[in-house]
C-alpha cells in the first residue's frame, strides 16, 4: 500500500510555478498578481486567506488583499470586483467563499471576469471543462488529477466512482476523470447501495464531508482511495476525512492521508492557474 503525500506532491507543483513565475519576470518584467477578497471574520476562512497570500509570496507572486467588514454590501463587492478585472496588472481575482447572507454568492462569482476566475467556479470555465476547451478548473479536483498522475496511477480505462455532487468538487471532479478516459459514475446521498457501487471503484473518490463514512465495507481489494474531506472533530480538533483511514488503508493500492493528502494541493493548483493566466495574457 502506498500513501500519497500531498506535501511532497504539492511542493513540486509550487517549485515548478515558481520558476517559471521568476522566468516570465526576468524575460517580459511581468510580476503575477493575485488578488484575495475576504468579507468578514470567519476563522476557518481566514486562515485560508492567510495560508493563501503566503503561497503567493512563496513561488514569487504580488498578492492584492482585500479584507471587507461583515456588513460590506453587495454593491461595495461587485464595485471591487469591477475595479480589479479593468486592472491590467491583476492576474487572478479570488472571493473566499462563504461570503454572508446579504451577498449572493453566484452574483460574486458570475462578476469575475472568467479570464481572472482561478477558482474556475464561473459557469464559462465550468462550461469550458465540460466541452474540452481551455479554461481555469476548479483548484481541488485538478489537484487531484495531479496526485494521481504524479503517483504513477494509471485513470485510462478505470472505473471511477466520485461520491458528492458539488459545483466545485464532484462535477468537474466528475469531468476531469471523463477527460482521462476513466468510466465515471457521481454517487450522492440518495444513491442506491452506495457501498455496492463504490465496491465496483478501481479509483474511489470520497467528497462528501462526513467523517469516516466511506468504511471498509466501501473498497475494493486493491483500490486507489482518494479523501477530499476535511472534518474537524469538535472533541479533539483533529481534522479527519471522510475515509475511515485505519480500516480502509490494509485494502487499498494506494490512499491519500488527511491532513497531508488532497488539502495542500488546492493552494498549489491555485497558484498554478494564476500563472497560467499571467502567461495566456502575455500570449504564451
Ligand atoms: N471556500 C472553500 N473552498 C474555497 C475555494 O476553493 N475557493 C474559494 N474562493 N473559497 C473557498
Not at 491590467?88 to 479570464?115: N, R
Not at 471522510?242 to 491532513?259: E, G, L, M, Q, R
Request: hydrophobic share 40%; with cysteine.
Amino acid at each position: 500500500m502506498k500513501i500519497i503525500d500531498g506535501k511532497v506532491i504539492s511542493a513540486q507543483v509550487k517549485e515548478e510555478v515558481k520558476e517559471k513565475t521568476a522566468k516570465l519576470k526576468a524575460e517580459k518584467g511581468i510580476e503575477v498578481c493575485l488578488a484575495v477578497i475576504l468579507v468578514g471574520e470567519d476563522p476557518a476562512s481566514q486562515v485560508y486567506v492567510r495560508n493563501k497570500k503566503k503561497a503567493c509570496e512563496y513561488v514569487g507572486f504580488k498578492s492584492l488583499s482585500y479584507e471587507l467588514p461583515g456588513d460590506t454590501s453587495q454593491e461595495e463587492l461587485l464595485e471591487l470586483i469591477d475595479k480589479l478585472n479593468k486592472d491590467d496588472s491583476v492576474h487572478g481575482i479570488l472571493v473566499q467563499m462563504p461570503v454572508p447572507k446579504q451577498i449572493d454568492e453566484k452574483t460574486v462569482i458570475d462578476a469575475i471576469s472568467p479570464e481572472k476566475d482561478v477558482d474556475g467556479f464561473h459557469p464559462m470555465n465550468v462550461g469550458a471543462l465540460c466541452i474540452g476547451e481551455p479554461g481555469f478548473v476548479s483548484c481541488t479536483p485538478a489537484g487531484i488529477i495531479q496526485l494521481l498522475k504524479r503517483s504513477d496511477i494509471d485513470i485510462n480505462g478505470k472505473e471511477c466512482v466520485i461520491v458528492g455532487r458539488s459545483n466545485i468538487v464532484g462535477k468537474p471532479m466528475a469531468l476531469l476523470m471523463l477527460r482521462e478516459n476513466a468510466t465515471v459514475t457521481v454517487a450522492h446521498s440518495r444513491t442506491k447501495d452506495l457501498a455496492e457501487v463504490c465496491r465496483r471503484a478501481d479509483i474511489l473518490i470520497a467528497a462528501v464531508g462526513k467523517a469516516k463514512m466511506i468504511t471498509e465495507d466501501y473498497v475494493k481489494d486493491g483500490a486507489v482511495v482518494i479523501d477530499v474531506g476535511i472534518n474537524r472533530n469538535a472533541e479533539t480538533n483533529k481534522l479527519c476525512g471522510d475515509v475511515d483511514y485505519d480500516n480502509v488503508a490494509p485494502k487499498c493500492s494506494a490512499i491519500t492521508p488527511v491532513p497531508g493528502g488532497v488539502g495542500p494541493m488546492t493552494i498549489a493548483m491555485l497558484m498554478n492557474n494564476c500563472l497560467e493566466s499571467a502567461l495566456r495574457k502575455a500570449g504564451e
